[in-house]
Nanobody, 112 residues
Framework: EVQLVESGGGLVQPGGSLRLSCVASGFTFSTHGMNWFRQAPGKGLEWVSSINSDGITTTYADFVKGRFTISRDNAKNTLYLQLKSLKTEDTAMYYC?????RGQGTQVTVSD
């Protein structure tokens, strides 16, 4: 069974940083591209970033370019999302996904 467990969210002030992690199990992590999505209160699911299986190719939504960095450690079956220069509008539940499967999410709240 595919399992994705996110962690690393929290409350941070504008301009702050966080690193999200997603530990994967139940499939061969090193052969699958991975994604991060987010969902703000009252809004739909929004794609944030993707990374290919070997970590060489990454893509980002325009609203996070230059601020967020996706990476992975295939030896640890772990996906990361480094968030920097956070804005209040980045407040959302962040999910990692593989195919149609996503985890339970980790909450990021950016507020004074």
């Amino acid at each position: 069974e595919v399992q994705l467990v996110e962690s690393g969210g929290g409350l941070v002030q504008p301009g702050g940083s966080l690193r999200l992690s997603c530990v994967a199990s139940g499939f061969t992590f090193s052969t699958h591209g991975m994604n991060w999505f987010r969902q703000a209160p009252g809004k739909g699911l929004e794609w944030v970033s993707s990374i290919n299986s070997d970590g060489i190719t990454t893509t980002y939504a325009d609203f996070v370019k230059g601020r967020f960095t996706i990476s992975r450690d295939n030896a640890k079956n772990t996906l990361y999302l480094q968030l920097k220069s956070l804005k209040t509008e980045d407040t959302a539940m962040y999910y990692c996904s593989v195919g149609a499967k996503r985890g339970q999410g980790t909450q990021v709240t950016v507020s004074d």
